[in-house]
Nanobody
Framework: QVQLVESGGGLVHPGGSLRLSCAASGFTFSSYGMNWYRQAPGKERALVASISSGGSTHYAESVKGRFTISRDNAKNTVYLQMNSLKPDDTAIYYC?????????WGQGTQVTVSS
């Protein structure tokens, strides 16, 4: 059974940093790309970053240069390092994986950036 569990969210001041983690199980993690999405109140869900099975990365323009996605296949975990956080980064962050014909979602972790 595919399972994705995010952690690491919290409350930070503008300019601060957080590292999100997503622990994956139920599939051959190293063979699949992984993604981070976020959804802010009143806004549509948006792709933040992705990493392929081979390690290639892609970032939304709004986070480029501030966020870094990485993976540790030995730990079946994908990370999102978030630096120079802004209030507009406030959202629930989700990790996802497409396995077979379905996109699987974690439960999400709340990130709040506020003074």
């Amino acid at each position: 059974q595919v399972q994705l569990v995010e952690s690491g969210g919290g409350l930070v001041h503008p300019g601060g940093s957080l590292r999100l983690s997503c622990a994956a199980s139920g599939f051959t993690f190293s063979s699949y790309g992984m993604n981070w999405y976020r959804q802010a109140p009143g806004k549509e869900r948006a792709l933040v970053a992705s990493i392929s099975s081979g390690g290639s990365t892609h970032y939304a323009e709004s986070v480029k240069g501030r966020f870094t996605i990485s993976r540790d296949n030995a730990k079946n975990t994908v990370y999102l390092q978030m630096n120079s956080l802004k209030p507009d980064d406030t959202a629930i962050y989700y990790c996802t994986a497409i396995v077979a014909i379905r996109r699987y979602w974690g439960q999400g972790t709340q990130v709040t950036v506020s003074s």
